[in-house]
């Protein structure tokens, strides 16, 4: 990290906690909240947002791969984390080394776990329809035998993954072959499990499907699009994302700007130049907008890897030095996820993590 980033991701902690309030709200006091924390935080860094939610009254953390679950151990965290993948039979070890729930969602990752040599707990991943990780129905009244016979493997829970959330109807479906796959683990003789089978979505349109616990990732991270997001009334953690001008000059109509030569400028036009580029996670095509001095600066050119070029010809005192904002206000305007997500072709869920994870962060607390 140096002093003098060139671009930077403004993180609100303090959206992070309300959100997390929010959650609590909507499943009351009963109902076990996992803070999703993969994908290093969604960007945001996964030992903060880690430590954040839990204080916020989040009672476990979820995470996708080890490097995230060793950050958030990194920082003395010892509540409960769930590894939803990554159980391929040679990190096996890892994972108990972590302390971390494991999710046994084949018969590869089942022996591999059960085989360890010390005592493990894991929670069980069906899938209900998803089509991703996790036993198919056919699989449940054997896999539950299976783990009932392995002495190092403690089950805790059973949770799946709902897929099309804006289809009641396959909700509906799902939730009746989730109900079935804890009958099976039942009659394989397991009580007391923990059941979890509500992202953001499934949680905020069907309440029945709370269960004994929740674990959104969108909703705590203030991503949700569209209706959703009314719904949700949670802040965006991911507040502003933020460059400088670190270039403005003319550039003459016999000029082109940027590589592909694709936009001659048709007049001469007051060019300037920020250091945040595809590497930092642009698409390469895009027709937007950065805000400086409160104005709007369309995009000109392609993105190239560390720069993208801005029209400031209508921001006469446009300088370097002055602060471009590709994500969140400036002035009377504002950059929303949802414009971002619009400018990029890109989902907000895709496009808002993607662009935060590379850059210098600094935190609002
Ligand atoms: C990412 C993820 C979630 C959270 O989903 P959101 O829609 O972001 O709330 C829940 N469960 C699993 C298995 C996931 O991978």
């Known amino acids: 990290m140096t002093s003098h980033p060139g671009a930077w991701v403004e993180i609100d902690l303090r959206a992070l906690a309300h959100n997390v309030e929010r959650i609590r709200h909507l499943v009351g006091p009963a109902v076990r909240i996992y803070a999703v924390c993969k994908g290093d935080g969604y960007g945001c860094g996964a030992g903060d947002v880690a430590e954040t939610a839990l204080k916020a009254g989040a009672d476990a953390l979820t995470v996708g791969d080890l490097a995230d679950a060793a950050a958030i151990r990194a920082r003395r965290i010892n509540a409960p984390i769930l590894l939803y993948g990554a159980t391929d039979p040679a990190s096996a070890a890892a994972v108990a ?167 001659p400028a048709a007049e001469t036009i007051r060019a300037a130049i920020i250091p945040m580029g595809f590497a930092a996670g642009l698409p390469r095509v895009l027709h937007g907008h950065v805000l400086v001095r409160g104005a709007r600066a369309p995009m000109v050119g392609l993105a190239s890897m560390e720069h993208l070029m801005l029209d400031v010809t209508t921001i006469p005192g446009a300088a370097v030095g002055d602060e471009a904002v590709v994500l969140g206000r400036q002035g009377d305007d504002e950059i929303t996820a949802d414009e971002l997500s619009r400018t990029t072709g890109l989902e907000l869920l895709e496009i808002v993590p993607r662009l935060a994870r590379g850059l210098h962060r600094v935190y609002l607390r």
């Open 97 to 263: 080394e972590l302390d971390l729930t494991a999710t046994l969602h084949d018969v590869e990752g089942l022996q591999a776990f059960a085989g360890l040599g010390r005592p493990l707990e894991a929670f069980v991943k069906v899938d209900c329809g998803f089509g991703r990780l996790g036993f198919t129905p056919e699989s449940w009244p054997h896999i539950f035998g299976q783990i009932r016979r392995a002495p190092a493997l403690h089950l805790r829970g059973i949770y799946t993954h709902i897929g099309a959330v804006d289809d009641a109807a396959s909700v509906s479906r799902q939730a009746a072959l989730f109900r079935q796959a804890v009958r099976e683990a039942e009659a394989a003789g397991f009580t007391g499990l923990e059941l979890m089978a509500s992202s953001s979505r499934v949680l905020l349109g069907y309440a029945d499907l709370h269960l004994s616990a929740v674990n959104p990732g969108r909703m705590l991270m203030g991503m949700l699009e569209g209706p959703w997001a009314a719904l949700a009334q949670v802040i965006p953690v991911v507040r502003a994302i933020k460059s400088r001008l670190i270039q403005v000059k003319t550039v003459r109509p016999d000029m082109r700007i940027g590589y592909g030569g694709s936009t």
